[in-house]
């Protein structure tokens, strides 16, 4: 005799049948079938509402909206067709971080001056201290200049 079938259930059903039951509105669903345990099945309807509603906790993929610089000051001259930047970089601050960014700042504008000047400052440092680094558009090229700064610091070990 099968797990979950009376002996009612094996005489007067072939191997596999399910019982049907009518509900409201007319409307037929399955109550039991032979060879399945209601264990089982209510463990099985466990399971996946388990596995939904894990994946429907875990937040959606975002990203990242934070600029890595802000324009601290923009100061155009627009008879001299120059224009100066004072900017402050977020997170780690390398030379080629500093490189990357302002020259995308310059790419930008260089369209509207002809000589462009972007001081960028670390974050902690003011617009009254020595910039990290000063790079310039002049005659179409773009020229970095790094303060002592963003020089690498070497340390005696001995």
């Known amino acids: 005799m099968e797990k979950g079938c009376s002996l009612g259930d094996r005489r007067s ?5 399910c019982r049907l039951t009518r509900a409201e509105a007319g409307h037929t669903m399955v109550t039991h079938c032979c060879g399945e345990s209601p264990v089982f099945r209510a463990t099985i309807t466990a399971l996946c ?7 429907d906790t875990a937040p959606p993929p975002t990203r990242s ?6 324009v601290i000051s923009e100061q155009a001259d627009p008879a001299a067709g120059s224009l100066t930047l004072l900017i402050k ?8 971080s500093v490189k990357s960014i302002a020259e995308k700042v310059i790419s930008e504008r260089k369209g509207d001056y002809r000589h ?6 670390s ?5 009254n201290d020595t910039p990290f680094a000063i790079s310039r558009l ?21």
């Open 65 to 70: 909206q934070a600029q890595p610089y802000s």
């Open 89 to 96: 970089m977020s997170g780690t601050v390398t030379q080629a």
């Open 116 to 121: 462009i000047i972007v001081k960028s400052y």
């Open 49 to 55: 509402l388990l596995l939904l509603w894990g994946c």
């Open 13 to 17: 059903r072939s191997r596999g049948q």
């Open 123 to 127: 974050e902690g440092m003011t617009a």
């Open 138 to 158: 002049e005659n179409g090229t773009v020229a970095h200049r790094f303060s002592s700064l963003g020089e690498t610091e070497k340390i005696k070990t001995h």
